[in-house]
């Protein structure tokens, strides 16, 4: 399995920037999804996840902010992310999970003016 990670970048407060993920293997489909961002000197936290039945969940601070969705068909995993904040910073890694967490590597996302 290997994922990738794309649509970094810097962005002005309250921006918006959509973040996809490329992933490989024959378990996607039936495997859950996510993203998690690390910010620098802070652990790595959960943003949203993304069930093999669609079933969604985001952390309290990315609530109406954030939009995680996939695609079976391409093997894609995408974040939509709008009303952008400084603290949003961080880098940004896409992962899947089917009893084993596979993680790609991770795009930084910029939130500055």
């Known amino acids: 399995v290997q994922l990738q990670a794309s649509g970094g970048g810097l962005v002005q407060p309250g921006g918006s920037l959509r973040l996809s993920c490329a992933a490989s293997?024959?378990?996607?489909?039936?495997?859950?999804l996510g993203w998690y961002r690390q910010a620098p000197g802070k652990q790595r936290e959960l943003v949203a996840r993304?069930?093999?039945?669609?079933?969604?969940n985001y952390a309290d601070s990315m609530k109406g902010r954030f939009t995680i969705s996939r695609d079976n068909a391409k093997k894609m995993v995408y974040l939509q992310m709008t009303s952008l904040k400084p603290e949003d910073t961080a880098v940004y890694y896409c992962?899947?999970?089917?009893?084993?967490?596979?993680w790609g590597k991770g795009t930084l996302v910029t939130v500055s003016s």
């Open positions: 993304i069930t093999n039945t669609g079933s969604t």
């Open positions: 992962n899947m999970y089917l009893g084993i967490d596979y």
């Open positions: 293997g024959s378990i996607f489909s039936v495997s859950s």
